[in-house]
């Protein structure tokens, strides 16, 4: 069996032929000259250094360039009936943004008042905390005036999900490094000096072993306040993903544009302000990880509970 040809046949199973023939083809063929050649030349080291190369080359490939072709196919795969749910979606999406990110950043934008030219910067640290929150409901208020009254074909549904889901991959980029980094930077620029960074300053993994001593320590109820802080920022980065599904399931009912925006406003209203609620509560109960854990994802499990309703009841045949 000539070297690449096992590759070759497991990339075969997950891709086109167009991408085989422009992508996978030309790399093992690469990798087939250059062992020949090493074979050749009767260097036993050189074989291996071209099978090296030629593997890493093509697992470099097939795991980012590959996928990266097939999303953007997919999004090229519009028709032009499906074309007009871009503008509804894009004004909605970009209006929910702009509602959902001066509502979070009202709050500490307060501090910055007095800062004069460097309010404007400060400002923009601001931005970052309020991405986890407004990702979804854009994605959401997208979906619903997008794709409201129109044909979900699986194209749609496709794209939709596949939307959902990096907007998931960017909560969870923005939780673990951009959040941490602007909120400290806006701390210290308040404050006019260096000073120790806070829960919200630090990576989800040391808020968890913060709160796992103090636990030890018998402070139980700062031990759950940070556990469910731990958990909430994992449930919030995945909320992107369940958003786009509950779009999609509200898109699929058969309401009013005013009952549609009432149910969006008051979904919306509702995630966000559970979070800060129950980490307000700060009951002792929160320090056993379980029931952190519960809480954080419920809203997340009601509301993928509804979108199977909702579709299911959308889907149920009309009765004589």
Request: hydrophobic share 50%.
């Amino acid at each position: 069996m000539r070297s690449g040809s096992r590759l070759r046949r497991w990339a075969g199973y997950l891709c086109s032929q167009r991408t085989m023939d422009q992508l996978i083809d030309p790399v093992i063929a690469d990798l087939q000259h250059e062992c020949a050649e090493a074979d050749a030349s009767g260097h036993t080291s050189n074989k291996y250094v071209a099978l090296l190369r030629g593997y890493v080359a093509f697992w470099i490939l097939l795991t980012l360039h590959v996928p990266q072709v097939w999303l953007i196919g997919r999004i090229q795969a519009f028709t032009a009936g499906d074309r007009p749910t871009l503008r509804p979606s894009l004004l909605a999406a970009a209006l929910t943004t702009a509602l959902v990110t001066a509502s979070l950043v009202a709050t500490p934008a307060r501090q910055i008042t007095r800062h004069g030219v460097d309010g404007a910067w400060l400002l923009v640290l601001l931005i970052p905390q309020s991405l986890p929150f407004s990702i979804p409901l854009t994605i959401y208020s997208g979906v619903v005036s997008g794709l409201k009254g129109r044909s979900l074909t699986t194209r749609l549904r496709t794209i939709v999900l596949i939307i959902g889901l990096t907007g998931t991959l960017a909560s969870v980029g923005t939780m673990l490094w951009l959040i941490p980094a602007s909120n400290q930077a806006f701390r210290v620029a308040i404050a006019g000096f260096p000073i120790a960074p806070g829960s919200a300053e630090v990576n989800p993994r040391s808020l968890r072993n913060e709160a796992l001593v103090l636990k030890t320590k018998g402070r139980d109820e700062e031990a759950g306040h940070l556990l469910f802080a731990y958990h909430s920022r994992w449930a919030i980065a995945g909320a992107a993903l369940v958003f786009a599904l509950f779009g999609l399931a509200v898109a699929t009912l058969r309401l009013r544009r005013a009952a549609t925006t009432a149910m969006a406003v008051v979904g919306c209203v509702l995630y966000v302000s559970y979070f800060p609620e129950v980490a307000h509560a700060r009951f002792a109960p929160l320090s056993n990880e379980p029931i952190s854990l519960a809480l954080a994802w419920l809203p997340n499990l009601l509301m993928t509970v509804t979108s199977i309703a909702f579709m299911s009841v959308r889907n149920e045949p009309t009765r004589p």
